[in-house]
């Protein structure tokens, strides 16, 4: 997304129709969005995440997108499981990857302690502020005991749809710390970036790693 394409903001209407709109944006624009996003290099991220995983470990890539972190994942011996909202993501992802990937809606994952770690990378900024805190709970569900989270967002202020029709919602690093707590993890290591692509440098990134805590 580019910060400057005037977005509008996102009313208690709009939120309603947030996940449709965004649903119907990666629908129609698969293919682009494959090609624009595939080749952006997250190496330096996937070191500091993959860290924290046991080496083998399964991987749930919440929002799998082009399947362009699931193909690292693999290719670093991890065993990464893709999910999206998007049939025709889905698709992509598992074609370029070769991992297994499944058309599951954030808001129903419904696994439990299948999972080493979550990488949800951009995907939970697509969600209103109301969903992310039962989705972290619900991804928290599907690790093991001391299992680790992976969460990026992009910093800034409120929410809108950007003019190509998908939602967005933006944190700066406080709130997004808290709900990360509030579903039940530990934070481990925090940092902000740049974005991988060249086009879009200028938006910054929240990027946090975390560990579930046991009952």
């Not at 997108?65 to 499981?81: H, Q």
């Not at 707590?181 to 990027?207: C, H, M, P, Y």
Request: charged share 25%.
């Amino acid at each position: 997304m580019n910060r400057t394409d005037s977005p509008r903001s996102a009313g208690m209407a709009g939120l309603a129709d947030a996940s449709s709109s965004t649903l119907d944006y990666y629908e129609k624009h698969a293919r682009e969005y494959f090609e624009r996003t595939v080749s952006a290099d997250l190496s330096a991220v996937y070191d500091v995440f993959l860290k924290h995983v046991r080496p083998g470990g399964r991987i749930l890539d919440a929002g799998c997108g082009s399947g362009r972190d699931l193909k690292a994942f693999r290719s670093r011996g991890f065993d990464p499981v893709g999910i999206d909202a998007s049939d025709a993501l889905v698709n992509l992802a598992r074609e370029f990857s070769g991992a297994p990937c499944f058309r599951i809606r954030l808001e129903d994952v419904s696994f439990s302690s299948e999972f080493d770690a979550v990488w949800a990378c951009a995907s939970l900024l697509h969600l209103p502020r109301t969903k992310v805190l039962p989705v972290l709970q619900r991804l928290r569900r599907s690790l093991v005991d001391g299992g680790t989270l992976f969460v990026s967002v992009q910093i800034g202020e409120g929410e809108n749809f950007t003019p190509d029709g998908r939602f967005f919602a933006y944190y700066d690093p406080d709130e997004l710390l808290c709900l990360v707590k509030v579903s039940g993890f530990t934070v481990v290591e925090q940092w902000t970036s740049a974005d991988a692509l060249l086009a879009r440098r200028s938006i910054r990134w929240l990027n946090v790693i975390a560990r579930k805590m046991n009952p």
